[in-house]
Nanobody, 115 residues
């Protein structure tokens, strides 16, 4: 299983970005998924998670109301829509898949919020 994130970029404060996570050659339908982030000098933290059906979502307090996680199982893709971005959102963003007996991580995509 190889998770591939995309969509990271340099954006100004107050701006928006949409991240995507897919798994070429592997079906994500049956798995809960999550987005994490890691800022320089800080530990990796959970940002948001979504159930396999997409019916249940959760968010870290720092992003609630600004970020939206979603998935399109027909496209085998999980998204993280990020609005009202702040400099403190700057980090490498990773997606994670939760298997029954394993976890899998992507390589990360850099999000930088700066003027």
């Amino acid at each position: 299983l190889r998770l591939v994130e995309s969509g990271g970029a340099l954006v100004q404060p107050g701006g928006s970005l949409s991240l995507s996570c897919t798994a070429p050659g592997f079906t994500l339908d049956d798995y809960d998924m999550a987005w994490f982030r890691q800022a320089p000098g800080k530990e990796r933290e959970a940002v948001s998670c979504i159930s396999s059906s997409g019916a249940i979502t959760n968010y870290a307090g720092s992003v609630k109301g600004r970020f939206t996680i979603s998935r399109d199982n027909a496209k085998n893709t999980v998204y993280l829509e990020m609005n009202s971005l702040k400099p403190e959102d700057t980090a490498v963003y990773y997606c994670k898949a939760y298997g029954r007996t394993w976890d899998a991580w992507g390589q990360g995509t850099q999000v930088t919020v700066s003027s």
